[in-house]
């Protein structure tokens, strides 16, 4: 299967302002599950410089800059990929993993790169939480699928067109949240048990779904021998061949496809669009 993608972003200011440098996630990150066969970018105004970078997580990037002042800015990205099989089961343990566990404890060679994907505030309620979906599972892996699936049953997937986060503990009182929020939450319940977790943003494609395709974000976690596996509490499952992600972080804010920042005061109006077709 081919798919193609177009991703809008466009900003619009309230009067003509400088813009600083700029950071551009719209690089697909390599995976075996898709192939990427050409990718374009059309970026207005035209910038002064443009080079393609990796940031400290491994992340691809663009950086731009620009001279002129301008009263707004549009982002266009094109993607064309090809879809293979996947299997999210395709993986074997290392041998001796810890199960069950109240705080999971990885081999001394994973404390120092794992680091920032542990930290997490004290919340007594997450490890509780978590324990009651490890008790009715049989080993590691049946607990991670029974628990997102547990995440999905129990909080709603909802639309939520207000930027930023949602503080994990009050998505889990209001049972709500977008993508993001529940994808939030999950870490830090994995967090609390001692399970390295990150967040991931990019594409998911639905083939049952004609539009409405938007930047998505799901989790990964951390497995000695089987490495990231991802992980969609929107929608209960383990993530397969349809997602393509673009950024992965050990916060949210930091897998935004476009960062940067301009000078003055004007305020700023952002419009986004998302399409996934098949070729």
Same mark, same amino acid.
């Given at each position: 299967?081919?798919?193609?993608? *177009?991703?809008?972003?466009? =900003?619009?200011?309230? *009067? ?9 996630? #719209? ?42 002042? &301008?009263?707004?800015?549009?982002? /266009? ?22 199960? !069950? ?17 542990? /930290? ?6 997450? !490890? ?46 209001? /049972? ?11 870490? *830090? ?17 639905? +083939? ?24 969609? !509490?929107?929608?209960? #499952?383990?993530?397969?061949? =349809?997602?393509?992600?673009?950024? &992965?972080?050990?916060? +949210?804010?930091? &897998?935004? +496809? ?11 109006? #952002? ?6 077709? *098949?070729?």
């Amino acid at each position: 299967m081919k798919l193609q993608i *177009e991703h809008l972003t466009k =900003y619009e200011y309230g *009067e003509y302002v400088q813009l600083n440098t700029h950071e551009i996630y #719209l690089t697909p990150l390599q995976r075996d599950n898709f192939t990427i066969l050409s990718a374009s970018m059309e970026i207005s105004p035209n910038p002064d410089g443009i080079y393609k970078r990796i940031n400290a997580e491994g992340n691809p990037f663009h950086q731009v800059w620009f001279n002129a002042e &301008t009263d707004q800015l549009q982002i /266009k990205s094109t993607v064309e990929v090809k879809i293979g099989g996947f299997n999210p089961f395709g993986f074997i343990l290392q041998p001796g993993l810890p199960f !069950p566990f109240q705080y999971f404890e990885y081999p001394r060679k994973y404390h120092i790169p794992l680091y920032s994907y542990l /930290k997490t505030e004290s919340n007594r309620d997450f !490890p509780l939480y978590v324990a009651s979906v490890m008790a009715q599972s049989d080993n590691l892996i049946s607990f991670l699928v029974d628990l997102v699936a547990s995440v999905h049953a129990k909080w709603d997937h909802i639309i939520r067109l207000e930027e930023g986060l949602m503080e994990s503990m009050d998505t889990y009182l209001c /049972k709500k949240g977008s993508c993001r929020d529940l994808s939030w939450m999950l870490i *830090e319940m994995l967090r609390s048990v001692g399970l390295a977790s990150r967040f991931v943003s990019g594409y998911a494609y639905n +083939p049952e779904l004609n539009e409405g395709h938007e930047l998505h974000g799901w989790v990964e976690v951390f497995l000695p021998g089987a490495g990231w596996i991802g992980l969609d !509490p929107s929608l209960g #499952l383990m993530t397969d061949q =349809y997602y393509i992600p673009l950024a &992965t972080s050990y916060h +949210p804010s930091y &897998t935004l +496809p476009i960062m940067g920042t301009y000078g003055g005061l004007a305020e700023a109006r #952002l419009f986004s669009e998302v399409l996934i077709k *098949e070729l």
